[in-house]
């Protein structure tokens, strides 16, 4: 193997040699020349191809594997396909491609294929189906793009159905594709073509294509096929691995390690690579060697399943094959110069060879398939849809070739373990749902009978009667019943579009298809049957759900079918007669056997047999039955049953047998709902759930009631009625009297249980008369019946336009008609930031509410009735909920209505109601009552609109006023049923139904005073009728309206004498009331002093810094409640310790440079910060306050239960407890840390002298020159004396002035900051953490200055609580944190601080002006020159006075920053005054920064220097003021606490600045003007503005990326971008960073990095360049927000993208364009700037558990 490398390097180098001695011109001249050119081109390539291509092991580096890949590109388009260009074209390609492209006349199909994740476009107006789709270009230039349209993306291999004029109902072409009027259709394109080259390219195309099928579906594995040896033969072989979905990655991958001996990385590469080819050499060398490594891969992988696939193979062969590729590629390109040449490769491919049926290359392709790699597939199914799908005369050859093969091909896919993208059979979709295609094939090839014939043969797994069998799947059945529902979705691209017209032989082929689908559905009624468990409950869960998975998939088909029939009348009634036969053949077991019974109630009599659902075998699944009853509707809807009812053989029908098998379904579903089911578990309240669902009900339960109601319209009703009592096993209580008193005594679960199955009955007879909103069973139209859908859903709660379309079935085109319905029913209501926008019901469409609305589940029942009931009471109208009117049925269903007036129906609403006189009978439910209520308005309705519309009482057949009011026969009513129901009127136990019984009994009047008039008959009457309903009505609204006034005007009245009692009693404790006001007055205006908001103009100017301040805090107490021991304390230097509970950690969020590399633990230094704030460390805290002791009690009880947690259960929690991570006891906010509490500063004492800046400094000088003598004679022993100011004392050790338990508090918290910010151990003697400690400081308040600016919000007063609290706490902590660190290191700090504003010599390494932040240089020198002036025991120098000078000091060295990096071109505005103070004594400075640089200062003018100065130094002088507002408790001035004019002046006020601060310069200058030159005379200062990358003052906010505003511009986006490191293929997970707008390649092996020390996905990996381990992604196939934080920590957060319903679309599955909603985009941004990101998922993942499982690291 060592020496192939050698070998591989001759061998290209005489292949350079060659490429300058080969002519491609002479060699097509010397094939043209030939006889037989086949015997020469293949003789050429036996010579050339191994010498080009598979030369050896491929390179090591992915670098050396591209130059390899381009070389050999190279050298095969030279030396192998040009000469075949030449020979083709007769001369130089260069120019003779590009004339046959300029003569080339495009067909109008636009054929783009499709990439992975590529955004498609379908029409829901104007496709055909689904399946037509129009690519990103074609679909913006058509007329499509204003029309409703879902989105989706691709899986890749589709192609665009621009220009196919099948495919859209209007609006084929788009601007691009819409061809040229005069252009002939007609015409052949190969006509176009000269002669000589027609024959040239017929005899090319042949030999390469046959070349090509050849290689590819060869199986010898050293042989090649004749004239293709290679002239010499080496011993040189490939281990060949193939790709397979049965093993995983991991498998692959460990494999792989173990026998090539290659490392993991090497091994990822290998299985990304065979993945995606389909395979991939993993060794090369002599055969030995491969058949060694072979053998190890078989051995490893055979265990648990089939090996892998491995072949050792000889190196030309897999030359050939790549060859055969690229010229497969080859012929591809060719071919889309010119449509001439397409037909002829068309002809060649499917030209029949001398073998006969199925020779022709195509043929030996497509049934070679499975048997081929991924590669050579999506290549060649390329080829097939560039030539054969474009252009349609071919189209339909190789439709038919597919289809007469069609079986063949479905099952090699069954054996084949590859997906069904790969396989060839997923072309079906291009072929048979072109509708005029699918009915050729099914006329021509019987293309239904044949699908549905592969289909059953391939669910083998039969019961004794023939019925499929589908329980204890194995895994392996599983995937095969998989892969079998494939064929389902074939039948359905077939059956997608109705035949308008139809021919003899389409009729005959579709009753063929039809026959074959009964046998179908005979092998489906009946499965899975079960029994009901008595005594034991079910010991194993039967297999339910494959049977369900079918039903699901045959609802559309079965629908299909069903809409195929209702277009022709022959069709229709042959299907009837059909499914008909189909349905007595599965009835024929029925009677057989049973026990024949007689049953007699309300004197009718009626012959059944004997069956109990509760004790025999029953089924859910009747597909037979309830086609029958699709078709039954279909001959009312269609009218063929009143036109032509001498052809149906409707007195075959048998209606007892008819309605026996739903009912027993029905009868099964009320017996589980009543508790009798319990013991057969889970499987069967499974069944039941998804028998009502809206995925299966239309063709289940729907069927199974209008079956009922066909049977009912063709029987007796009290037959019919007798029969349901009798399944229900009901009816023993209805004909015997006292049976039911037995009862009430026995057994209480049987009475409960028959309760429930009453009212389940009485539901089941008001859904078989009420529910008409069918087409064909009541007079409506499909419109109706969706609106009536919307209306009921509505009713429950508003819903967002998901919920509904949820909620509504749809049909085969993935449409439910919402939306033609829902604007006429309901209005929308658009959402806030959050939420969805919502639909709601318009109150118009109310009076249409049925409680008893079959689709309704009881929960969604009791919902309804709870939400119409409570807005009735709103409306001031009564409860009661009537059944609204009923459109009336078609001719066939006409009987209908006789139920509700039959005998049987009037006794049994009479027993109901017999027993509701009772109070505390056990015997009767309200529920059952209310049904029985409502079966009587149902009646009175019917009644009433039959009087109505008929002309004389003649016509009237429906009585049930005058049935009612007769006292009843049967035993066990008494009375007649109205008199019951005037007796419960009243009827105080019945209060909830009194307003209902009312309407009942209104209607009976109306209804009587009608009868009464129609003796005259004039339609008059019934209008007065109509209008005593109306008084009625009117009267009962104003006795409600009188009601509700007297009620208010009692309520006034008692208000009244409240308010009078009130100010009686304080008239007589007046003294008491005047005392504690004026208490109270006094205490508020001592909060007014101490709160922020002290808006009385005082004498004294507020200040925060300098000897006038005044310490507003001190004075008063600081007491706060630990939230553990709920125990109040003062916070004092003393005392106990009390700690806030606080979050720290590392951010990028200021710095808008992306991409900084993370700090080094060991040489990174903090103390001076670059302006470009590239990381810093933020604290943030919840603002709850715990004692220290409460705290580490809490947090040692975390830790302890954590060890528990890992003992037992090993999963993850959403902290880190081993990075010191816990939740706040309170609020459960994500915390790392704790702030220690210290009390507030004193007010300084006035009476000190304020030393000036000149004498400041010298003091300061001179104490450095002493600390530095000291730290000299500490570390070498001697050292020159130096003078030292008098009081300030070098020996002195200050005393520490916090309680031993604040300081352990104060080093917690500096470790913390330590260990975040430095990614490090913590060592509390490293110098650097005091520094890290004012950095988190300083870093939070730039943060929340920013935001505050940014939102344009006061610097005082805006902020929350716990924002307020952690700012004070962490400034306090600053100030104090010296103390626990060495005075030293402290000193030491000082030191070089202030080295970089007074230069010293003796300090080394000073930064320039332009690298250092200012506002931290502010925040760390006044911090550290505490501990110097903490050695100053003269009491003459204030630490005050340091802090103004200080000030001052880095004031003006910022005012020299923003000059320097002034960018002045961009500030262009007019000037608006003469020159002013300020801008003279600006430019006075500017010119002197421009004396010491000179050429690097542009000249500018004093007006705009000034504009730019006030701008850049504002943000600096907002933090110094919130700093020092915290540091010193002082009030903020009251111009401060808003946003209006006179801020700048009173910033410069609170901080003791003149508003003009050039002014500071100016009265300093002689100290100042040497400092400035030496600041400008840094040798870096030149460098950097020399170099350009200056940082600007203001500093621009950092934001998110811009967004655009369609979402399908990113998924475009997404769709092109390629995964470098996988070879360019397309990232199956394309995410894109929010943050900097990078692409990543997310979970995927390709990208995996590894950060300390463990594999992560590209996410992670990214967050740690770009966040500092904090990322925010948006998924873009997904359309999710990813937040992640570390490596264990993320969630997924709705995106910034809605539909036009105001939702997300989180996985894309809706597909309705998303545009991108501004305000949810800011709230994220905020909540990234506010460093929120991490509480946000702590909060998600302690909400839900499922997401702490996941393995973020690998996104």
């Known amino acids: 193997m060592a020496e192939a490398e050698p070998d591989r390097r001759a061998l290209l180098s005489d292949l350079c040699s060659e490429f300058l001695n080969f002519s491609a011109k002479d060699t097509a001249s010397r094939w043209l020349a030939e006889a037989n050119p086949q015997v020469e081109i293949y003789r050429h390539l036996a010579e050339t191809v191994p010498r080009i291509l598979c030369l050896g092991p491929s390179g090591c580096s992915s670098r050396e594997e591209q130059r390899d890949e381009q070389r050999e590109e190279l050298a095969c388009q030279l030396l192998l396909l040009a000469p075949l260009e030449w020979l083709l074209l007769g001369e130089d390609p260069a120019a003779g491609l590009p004339q046959l492209l300029e003569t080339n006349q495009p067909s109008p199909l636009c054929g783009h294929v499709f990439k992975v994740g590529e955004p498609t476009y379908s029409c829901r107006d104007c496709a055909a189906d689904p399946t037509c789709v129009l690519c990103m270009q074609c679909f913006l230039g058509s007329v499509h793009k204003d029309h409703r349209y879902r989105m989706t993306t691709s899986g890749g291999g589709g192609f665009c159905d621009c220009g196919d004029t099948e495919a859209w109902k209007k609006g084929p072409y788009c601007q691009k594709h819409t061809p040229a009027t005069n252009k002939d259709s007609g015409e052949d394109p190969v006509a176009q073509l000269p002669a000589d080259m027609v024959v040239r390219s017929y005899n090319i195309f042949s030999i390469i294509l046959k070349y090509a099928v050849d290689m590819l579906t060869w199986t010898q594995e050293d042989q090649l096929p004749a004239g293709l040896e290679p002239p010499e033969r080496g011993d040189n072989y490939y281990c060949m691995l193939f790709n397979d979905e049965v093993h995983t990655y991991e498998q692959v991958i460990y494999t792989l390690q173990k026998a090539v001996n290659c490392s993991q990385k090497e091994a990822v590469s290998f299985a990304t690579t065979v993945d995606r080819d389909g395979r991939k050499s993993v060794r090369y060398g002599d055969f030995q060697f491969c058949e060694q490594a072979k053998t190890v891969i078989v051995r490893n992988t055979s265990r648990q399943s089939k090996p892998l696939r491995v072949q050792v193979m000889h190196s030309s062969v897999v030359a050939h094959q790549c060859f055969a590729l690229k010229a497969l590629s080859w012929l591809g390109q060719i071919i889309q110069y010119s449509d001439g040449l397409k037909r002829i490769l068309c002809q060649v491919g499917l030209e029949e060879g001398p073998e006969g049926e199925n020779s022709s290359l195509v043929d030996r392709l497509m049934l070679n398939d499975s048997k081929m790699w991924k590669g050579a597939r999506n290549i060649y199914h390329q080829l097939l849809m560039n030539s054969l799908l474009m252009d349609f005369k071919y189209k339909k050859v190789f439709a038919i070739q597919f289809a007469k093969n069609y079986r063949r091909l479905q099952t090699d896919f069954m054996e084949d373990d590859h997906e069904r993208v790969v396989s060839v059979t997923s072309l079906s979709v291009q072929l048979f749902t072109v509708p005029t295609m699918a009915r050729m094939l099914m006329v021509k090839e019987n293309l239904m009978t044949t699908i549905i014939r592969t289909f059953v043969d391939h669910l083998r797994h039969r019961d004794l009667q023939g019925r499929f069998q589908f329980d204890r799947y194995t895994a392996q059945q599983a995937s095969k019943f998989g892969r079998v529902q494939s064929l389902i979705g074939d039948l359905k691209y077939v059956l997608i579009s109705r035949p308008s017209e139809w021919i003899d032989e389409l009729r005959e082929k579709f009753l063929e298809g039809l026959d074959a689908f009964l046998e179908l559905l005979k092998c489906m009624q009946g499965m899975d049957p079960v029994v009901r468990q008595v005594g034991q409950h079910i010991e194993m869960e039967p297999e339910w759900e494959a049977a369900f998975t079918l039903q699901m998939k045959l609802t559309h088909i079965i629908s299909m079918i069903q809409e195929w029939c209702s277009t022709d009348e022959r069709v229709l009634i042959e299907a009837y007669r059909m499914c008909l036969g189909a349905v007595s053949q599965s009835h024929s077991g029925l009677p057989d056997g049973e026990q024949p019974i007689s049953l007699s109630l309300a004197g009718h009599c009626v012959e059944t047999f004997r069956y109990q659902v509760s004790q025999d075998k029953v089924s859910i699944h009747l597909p037979v039955c309830r086609l029958l009853a699709g078709l039954h509707v279909l001959l009312s809807r269609t009218e063929v049953a009143a036109r032509l009812p001498e052809q149906l053989p409707l007195g075959e029908l048998s209606p007892p047998l008819l309605i026996e098998l739903p009912l027993r379904c029905l009868v099964l579903c009320a017996q589980v709902l009543a508790g009798m089911w319990r013991r057969n578990g889970f499987s069967l309240i499974n069944q039941i759930y998804y028998y009502h669902n809206v995925k299966c009900r239309v063709e289940m339960f729907d069927k199974d009631v209008i079956m009922l ?57 008001i859904t078989v008369i009420g529910e008409r909103y069918v087409a064909g069973v009541g007079q409506v139209e499909p419109f109706d019946e969706v609106r009536r859908e919307i209306i009921h859903q509505l009713s429950i709660r508003p819903m967002a336009h998901s919920e509904l379309v949820k909620a509504l079935p749809e049909n085969g085109n993935k449409e439910t008609g919402l939306e033609r319905v829902i604007d006429s029913v309901a209005s929308f209501k658009k959402p806030g930031v959050t939420g969805r926008g919502l639909y709601e019901l318009r109150p118009e469409w109310n009076k249409h509410f049925n409680l008893y609305f079959y689709h309704y589940s009881r929960a969604d029942q009791s919902k309804a009735e709870e939400a119409q009931r409570k807005l009735r009471r709103q409306n001031g109208e009564d409860t009661a909920l009537p059944p609204p009117v009923p459109p009336p049925l078609c001719p066939l269903f006409a009987s209908l209505v006789n139920l509700l007036q039959c005998d049987v129906l009037l006794a049994v609403e009479g027993a109901v109601l017999q027993w509701a006189t009772e109070p505390r009978g056990g015997g009767w439910t309200e529920s059952m009552l209310q049904r029985v209520l409502h079966l009587v308005g149902m009646a009175l309705l019917e009644e009433q609109q039959q009087l109505e519309s008929s002309n004389s009482e003649d016509d009237i057949t429906f009585i049930y006023t005058s049935k009612i009011s007769r006292p009843g026969d049967a035993p066990s009513t008494s009375g007649s049923v109205l008199a019951l129901l005037e007796s419960l009127q009243n009827a105080p136990h019945l209060e909830v139904h009194k307003d209902m019984i009312t309407w009942i009994l209104k209607m009976v009047a109306n209804i009587k005073t009608i009868r009464e008039r129609t003796s005259s008959t004039s339609a008059v009457t019934i209008n007065q009728g109509h209008g005593l309903e109306e008084t009625m009505r009117d009267k009962d609204k104003a006795e409600r309206k009188r009601k509700a006034e007297m009620a208010r005007l009692r309520r006034e009245k008692i208000m009244a004498q409240m308010s009078e009692m009130q100010k ?692």
């Open 709 to 765: 109601q066909a049977g009912a319209s063709m029987m007796d009703p009290n037959h019919f009625l007798m029969i349901v009592l009798s399944r229900f096993e009901l009816f023993h209580i209805f004909s015997s009297a006292d049976c039911r008193k037995r009862y009430r005594e026995t057994n209480k679960d049987l009475v409960q249980q028959n309760n429930t199955l009453i009212e389940e009955m009485l539901h089941l007879i």
């Open 1064 to 1755: 009686h009693f304080i008239n007589e404790n007046k003294e008491l009331f005047q005392q504690s006001l004026e208490e109270l007055e006094a205490s508020t205006s001592a909060d007014a002093e101490h709160s922020c908001s002290n808006s009385e103009p005082t004498s004294v100017s507020e200040v925060c810094i300098g000897p006038t301040r005044v310490a507003r805090g001190a004075e008063r107490r600081q007491l706060v409640t630990c939230i553990l021991c709920q125990e109040e304390q003062e916070v004092k230097c003393h005392g106990r310790a009390m700690v806030l509970a606080a979050f720290v950690q590392r951010s990028t969020v200021l710095s808008k440079k992306h991409r900084c590399a993370v700090p080094n633990a060991e040489r990174h230094d903090p103390l001076f910060i670059h302006p470009d704030l590239s990381m810093g460390i933020h604290t943030a805290s919840c603002g709850h306050i715990m004692h220290a002791t409460c705290w580490q009690r809490y947090f040692e009880a975390v830790q302890l239960k954590e060890q528990r947690r890992q003992q037992r259960l090993r999963g993850h929690t959403s902290y880190d407890v081993e990075n010191g991570e816990f939740l706040c006891p309170l609020c459960e906010c994500l915390s790392n840390t704790v702030i220690p509490l210290l009390p507030h500063t004193q007010t300084p004492d006035r009476n000190v002298s304020h030393p000036s800046l000149s004498v400041w400094l010298k003091t300061t000088n001179e104490e450095i020159a002493a600390l530095h003598y000291a730290h000299r004679k500490a570390s070498s022993g001697a050292a020159a004396e130096v003078p030292v100011p008098e009081g300030f004392r070098l020996d002195y050790t200050p005393l520490n002035p916090f309680s031993s338990s604040i300081i352990e508090m104060i080093t917690t918290f500096s470790m913390s900051t330590y260990k975040v910010g430095l990614k490090a151990n913590p060592n509390e003697q490293d110098h650097r953490v005091p520094a890290l400690s004012w950095s988190t400081c300083a870093y939070t308040i730039q943060a929340i200055e920013r935001l505050l600016m940014d939102e344009d919000k006061p610097l005082f007063g805006s902020l929350p609580c716990r924002q307020d609290d952690c700012l004070s706490a962490i400034t306090r902590f600053s100030s104090a944190c010296w103390t626990s660190a060495s005075l030293h290191t402290v000193h030491t700090h000082f030191i070089r601080l202030f080295a970089a504003l007074v230069p010293d010599p003796q300090v080394e390494n000073t930064p320039s002006i332009l690298d250092i932040d200012m506002f931290h240089l502010l925040v760390y020198s006044v911090l550290s020159y505490t501990s110097v002036h903490s050695l100053d025991q003269s009491g003459r120098n204030p630490i005050d006075s340091a802090h103004v000078h200080l000030l001052h000091l880095i004031t003006v060295a910022h005012l020299v920053q923003v000059l320097l990096t002034s960018n002045m071109e961009e500030v262009c505005m007019e000037q608006d005054s003469k020159g002013s103070e300020e801008e003279e004594l600006t430019s006075k400075l500017y010119n002197l920064l421009r004396r010491y640089l000179g050429s690097f200062l542009p000249e500018v003018a004093p007006w705009q220097l000034w504009r730019c100065v006030k701008a850049g130094v504002s943000p600096f002088l907002r933090c110094a003021a919130l700093f020092f507002h915290y540091l010193n408790s002082t009030a903020p001035p009251a111009d401060l606490l808003g946003t209006g004019p006179g801020q700048w002046e009173a910033l410069c006020s609170y901080l003791c600045l003149p508003s003009n601060l050039l002014q500071l310069y100016q009265s300093q200058q002689t100290q100042l003007e040497p400092l400035v030159h030496s600041w400008c005379c840094h040798p870096s200062v030149r460098q950097t503005l020399q170099e350009g990358e200056v940082i600007r003052f203001p500093r621009e906010s950092n934001r998110l990326i811009d967004l655009p505003e369609d979402y399908s511009v990113l998924i475009n986006q997404a769709s092109s971008f390629t995964c470098a490191r996988s070879g360019g293929d397309k990232s199956r997970a394309p995410t894109l960073c929010l943050v900097c707008g990078a692409m990543l390649c997310s979970q995927s092996y390709c990208c995996q990095t590894e950060v300390d020390g463990e594999d992560v996905g590209a996410c992670t990996a990214h967050t740690f360049t770009c966040g500092a381990g904090l990322g925010l992604f948006l998924r873009v196939r997904e359309s999710q927000v990813l937040f992640v934080a570390g490596k264990t920590k993320g969630c997924f957060y709705p995106p910034p993208y809605l539909d036009d319903y105001g939702e997300t679309d989180q996985g894309l599955k809706r597909g309705n364009p998303l545009h991108l909603c501004a305000e949810r985009y800011r709230k994220i941004e905020r909540l990234w700037r506010q460093h929120g990101i991490a509480e946000v998922i702590g909060h998600a993942q302690e909400a839900n558990q499922t997401l702490v499982a996941i393995d973020w690291q690998h996104l």
